[in-house]
């Protein structure tokens, strides 16, 4: 239970942090952004040590030794909310711009709190033997580069947001407080930009990794499952952005759309393939 | 010890001659004149909208009052100013200047500049050897005043000036300007002003383009800037992240195919449109295209008037502020003067940070 | 052919497969659920009818599915693969100076040196910096052109990544003409000839399979597998999921398992003592409770509505055994004796319904004989796929994560001694990220030609 309590100190924090990002929003201050930083870094920290706590659980199961326990729902929700802090740890160490938070940590806290929702009403931190077909070495890397990518793709959601806002604020020839304190256009455009850029090869690499996989396991690299297929939507759709930006140099609007059409195949390649398919989800053993 | 103030600023109704008089003696000069008439601690804080004369009045030297150090500033003037003068003395004194550092007082409410200016007078007479104790604590505290209602009030959030406005919003679409030309289209007075303003933002080039050109080659000469001839500025357009248009043109000299046949070789780099002629130089559905922001004198006029209503509504707890830490300033002083040991708290407690404004930047 | 060229046309190529794999995804598939395919055929007959004539239930394995993928790797081969990136034409002196205005990052500035002079102290500088320099040619007497660039190598990230796609599609098409692929059942010891292999065997020697305890799902399955050329053992192996026999490019993957039906033993217990039956043989009852045999084994009894029994899938998950009760005096009885369920039985009467009756004995264990589902695959594609698989990886390392660096330097004749220089620069991952080595690039300049 004590990776429970640890978990859910870490979705505390992580809340925490996503309040103060939506205070940075509306009040000068550094601080506000500065103890968002903080408390998502504990945060993490208590997370990581929830995780160590469930690994060891898992790999008390002999066959699920030295795989990741991502073979749940609450495993899976749980590494997603980690790929999404830590990759917004990352990015915000980098440019700074605590106005972000507001942004990217909402979806953080979603994935947090449906882990948190998973453990409490759903039989706990549910530990299962991991299917045959999922005892690959594989198991550690294909889905953890898929979220990785998935985590930078939110952030780049976050900051397509706060660059449509800040467009809005401009056009309206009215602007607010607000539009003094998000990011210039361009900044933001290039940000969007550079993180699909980051996140991309990231995804299609762990997709075509998923395909060598599943040589190994069934002899064809593709099958045209549901999740197989939204996942390449996803790649195409960001294959559009990516074109079109550099290519015929969409800027702005237009290009947000895009990416932000890229991210809704994202969440539902993660979630809502689930509800029209069994197949590849994260209990099935296929 | 007392605090002795008196002084003229753009409200008080002097004669513009009293100010320039002033201000042709010179600081140091004042100061020694009032150091020949026993006041050992004095300020002197001298502006194009304000003369003010600080001193202490403590008890064993032989220095006059207030009615003296009046009587001097008049005498230095040249002229007798009567009401014109004011004159405070004690907790107003120390009122007013945390007012003044505050930029409650200013001719622009909120204004920046006047903490540079105050900060100078300080250092002027620290270097005479004019102030003491009570001045050397009185000023630094009004400098912190300052920064502080600047920094929990919106007494001086928001751009007051139409060009001002502009940098700020170009700003927010290029980041830095540093990279950015600009492009002015005419030559008059409004082309010229905005041109400075334009350099003092730092943009990498600046172009002018005038129906005739020899105008615009001299205007271009003052600013460093490219001359360009008439026909040529649709070319630029491509390059160009800035364009302000200031001609007297009845039609609009920019219109929207031009500006989205522009866009179509601009790569997706957004452009900015500042167009503050009268009539419009830029047809207005310009500014529907994508990646276009177009503003006119009357929408950059509409910010500013905004700016300065929404710094109108922060007197209230910029004064408030004020008043307190004056409060807490006499109190310390008359606990000095009573021999009393007493410190004043160099962050005063947070229950008065209300209206606080995210809304950044120098006026 | 500039149609095929444009990127509008091939966005909206992609555009247009993304979208029918989105289609593919919601419409049920004949290729996976066929079952699905035939219930929305039956409700709707005029729509199914509109959907299969559009290939809708067959996407992903449809002519025009193909022809998109195909036109998609013939656009890209045509962009992209035709076009090195070395063979790009070297910028004119003119060029140069036309375009240095348009370049994302700009600088300028006054030399004081001779242009000539100032051209060589910045070529040096910038070599020193780790640029590659090279003049562009057309340089009048006195104005030089400059074109320098690091991380080169970046401009083959495209070419690379896009080059991949083609091997990759090339990689299917392969598959598609010249491999093959199907599934054999063999129950345990039984052999199965390998198609469009003649005279290849494979024989499964035994198949094993252990579940988790609780849950029952399952932790383990594997075949022994034997591949035999008449008789010889090219092969031999002990195959589980994730663990296939491949030989050449013919590859035997653990697909599923189940029961046969056939069963070897199978023990009844009752009060009176316990007794093992065998296929096809009546056995007595200790205790002169009667004779029993045996007629059929369901692996995984269901009972249907009307009552009757039935096979809910084939693997043994609730196997039950229907046997012959010969009761001293009695009439032969029928029932369904259930090995998971020891509380129950089902008797069964002359028209096949069930009825639930107590047990007179139980059903303790049974040994069915299950069967293997080995699926097989020559897949000639392979070799291609990964190679274009790990081209794909190296061309995005370059496009995305090397950043490449150009710079434009034009040196002109200024006033007098002086020289005037304007510099363009661009960068792989946007001015952002180069603005500040750029900035510092132009100071150094600055220092150098003054």
């Not at chain 2, 601690?41 to 001298?46: L, M, T």
């Not at chain 2, 004159?87 to 200047?97: K, P, S, Y």
């Amino acid at each position: 239970m004590m990776e429970l309590v640890l978990f859910q100190a870490a979705a505390a924090l992580y809340t925490a942090g996503t309040v103060l990002g939506f205070i940075y929003l509306w009040n000068r201050g550094e601080r506000w952004s500065r103890w968002m930083y903080y408390l998502l870094a504990v945060g993490v920290a208590f997370h990581l040590a929830s995780s160590g706590l469930r690994l060891a659980a898992f790999w008390a199961i002999p066959e699920n030794r030295f795989f990741v326990p991502i073979n749940s729902f609450f495993g899976a929700l749980s590494a997603m909310t980690l790929a999404i802090t830590g990759t917004f740890i990352v990015v915000e160490g980098r440019h700074r711009l605590g106005i972000l938070g507001a942004f990217v940590l909402p979806w953080a806290w979603l994935a947090a709190a449906g882990t948190a929702f998973r453990g409490y009403s759903m039989g706990g931190t549910e530990i299962h033997g991991l299917a045959p077909a999922l005892q690959s070495y594989w198991m550690n890397i294909h889905p953890l580069v898929i979220m990785v990518s998935y985590a930078i793709f939110g952030n780049a959601f976050g900051v397509g947001l706060a660059l449509l806002i800040q467009e809005r604020q401009l056009r309206s020839k009215r602007p607010q407080e607000l539009c003094y304190r998000l990011p210039s256009i361009e900044e933001l455009d290039n940000l969007n930009y550079r993180l699909i850029a980051v996140a991309f090869p990231i995804l299609t690499v762990g997709i075509i990794m998923g395909g060598i996989w599943a040589h190994e396991a069934w002899g064809r690299f593709w099958g045209w499952d549901a999740k197989e297929t939204w996942s390449l939507i996803t790649a195409l759709i960001y294959a559009v952005f990516l074109h079109m930006r550099l290519v015929a140099g969409w800027r702005g609007r237009k290009a947000v759309y895009t990416s932000m059409c890229g991210f809704a195949c994202v969440l539902f390649t993660f979630i809502g393939v689930n509800f029209i398919s069994q197949l590849h989800g994260y209990l099935s053993a296929r | 010890m007392e605090l002795l103030l008196a002084g003229i600023n753009h409200k008080s109704g002097a004669p513009v001659s009293v100010r320039e008089n002033l201000a042709a003696k010179g600081t140091p000069e004042i100061l020694r004149r009032l150091r020949e008439a026993g006041w050992t601690e004095a300020v002197v804080i001298s502006t194009c909208n304000r003369c003010e004369v600080y001193v202490v009045r403590s008890g064993g030297a032989p220095c006059g009052g207030l009615s003296e150090l009046a009587r001097l500033v008049e005498g230095l003037g040249g002229t007798n100013l009567g009401s014109h003068l004011y004159r405070r003395q004690g907790a107003e004194a120390v009122n007013h200047l945390f007012c003044v550092t505050a930029g409650l007082d200013s001719l622009v409410l909120g204004e920046n500049e006047i903490l540079g200016q105050v900060k100078t007078a300080y250092e002027a007479a620290f270097a005479a050897g004019a102030t003491g104790k009570l001045t050397n604590i009185l000023f630094q505290r009004a400098l912190f005043v300052g920064k502080k209602v600047r920094g929990e009030t919106g007494i001086s959030a928001g751009q007051l000036s139409v060009s001002s406005v502009a940098v700020a919003l170009a700003e927010r679409i290029f980041g830095s300007l540093k990279e950015s030309s600009v492009l002015i289209l005419g030559a008059g007075q409004m082309a010229e002003l905005a041109a400075r303003h334009l350099l003092s933002a730092k943009v990498s080039r600046l172009y002018i383009a005038n129906r005739t050109f020899e105008r615009g080659r001299e205007l271009a000469e003052k600013f460093q800037a490219e001359a360009v001839r008439w026909e040529d500025f649709p070319r630029l357009l491509r390059s160009v992240d800035v364009v302000l248009t200031s001609t007297g043109a009845t039609e609009p000299v920019l219109t929207r195919a031009m500006v989205s046949a522009a866009m179509e070789a601009r790569m997706g780099r957004s452009l900015f449109l500042i167009d503050i002629a009268m009539p419009r130089d830029v047809e207005d559905v310009a500014g529907e295209l994508d990646q276009v922001y177009l503003y006119t004198l009357k929408d950059l006029q509409g910010i500013v008037d905004e700016n300065m209503g929404q710094r109108r509504k922060e007197i209230i707890a910029a004064q408030a502020l004020v008043d307190r830490v004056t409060e807490e300033f006499a109190g310390w002083l008359t606990d000095t003067a009573a021999g009393k040991k007493a410190s004043l708290r160099h962050a005063p407690g947070r229950s008065a940070r209300r209206g606080e404004r995210p809304f950044g930047g120098a006026s | 052919m500039e149609m095929f060229r444009s990127v509008k046309f091939n966005v909206g190529l992609i555009c247009v497969l993304a979208f029918a794999c989105g289609v593919g995804s919601f419409i049920p598939q004949a290729a996976e659920s066929p079952e699905r395919v035939e219930v929305f055929l039956r409700a709707q007959p005029f729509w199914g009818g509109v959907l299969e004539g559009a290939g809708l239930f067959n996407v992903f394995r449809n002519w025009w599915f193909f022809s998109l993928l195909a036109l998609l790797g013939f656009d890209i081969a045509l962009c992209k693969c035709l076009r090195l990136p070395g063979l790009e034409p070297q910028e004119s002196a003119e060029e140069v100076a036309q375009s240095i205005g348009g370049r994302p990052l700009r600088a300028s500035f006054m030399g004081g040196v001779r242009p000539a002079a100032a051209a060589e102290a910045i070529r040096s500088l910038l070599r020193a910096s780790g640029y590659s320099v090279r003049q562009a040619p057309g340089a009048d007497s006195d104005r030089v052109a400059l074109c320098a660039s690091r991380h080169r190598l970046q401009r083959w990230g495209s070419f690379i990544s896009h080059s991949s796609m083609v091997v990759i599609l090339a990689g299917g098409l392969v598959k598609l003409v010249f491999g093959f692929q199907g599934s054999l059942a063999i129950p345990e010891g039984g052999q199965a000839p390998v198609p469009r292999r003649p005279g290849w065997e494979l024989a499964m020697d035994r198949f094993q399979v252990e579940h988790y305890q609780g849950s029952g799902s399952p932790k383990l399955f594997a075949s022994d597998l034997r591949l035999l050329d008449r008789g010889r053992v090219l092969a031999q192996k002990l195959i589980r999921v994730n663990k296939p026999m491949v030989i050449g490019r013919l590859g035997f993957y653990q697909e599923t398992w189940g029961a046969t039906g056939a069963w070897r033993s199978a023990t009844l217990s009752s009060p009176q003592g316990d007794v093992v039956l065998r296929p096809g043989r009546a056995q007595a009852l200790p205790g002169g409770r009667g004779r029993v045999s045996v007629g059929e084994l369901i692996p995984d009894i269901a009972i249907a509505e009307d009552g009757h029994a039935h096979q809910a899938s084939s693997e043994p998950r609730n196997p039950a055994l229907r046997v012959r009760w010969e009761a001293p005096g009695q009439k032969p009885r029928a029932l369904w004796l259930l090995r998971d369920e020891p509380d129950a039985a089902f008797a069964e009467d002359a028209r096949g319904v069930l009825s639930r009756v107590p047990p007179p004995f139980r059903l303790a264990a049974v040994d069915m004989v299950l069967f293997s589902g080995i699926q097989f695959v020559y897949d000639p594609g392979y070799p291609l796929i990964v190679a274009g698989a790990l081209a794909w990886l190296a061309g995005m390392m370059l496009l995305f994560y090397l950043h490449g660096r150009r710079l434009w330097v034009l040196v002109s004749p200024g006033t007098g001694q002086a020289c005037r220089v304007l510099m363009g620069g661009w960068n792989s991952q946007g001015p952002v990220a180069y603005r500040d080595e750029f900035e510092a690039l132009t100071e150094r300049m600055r220092e150098v030609s003054s």
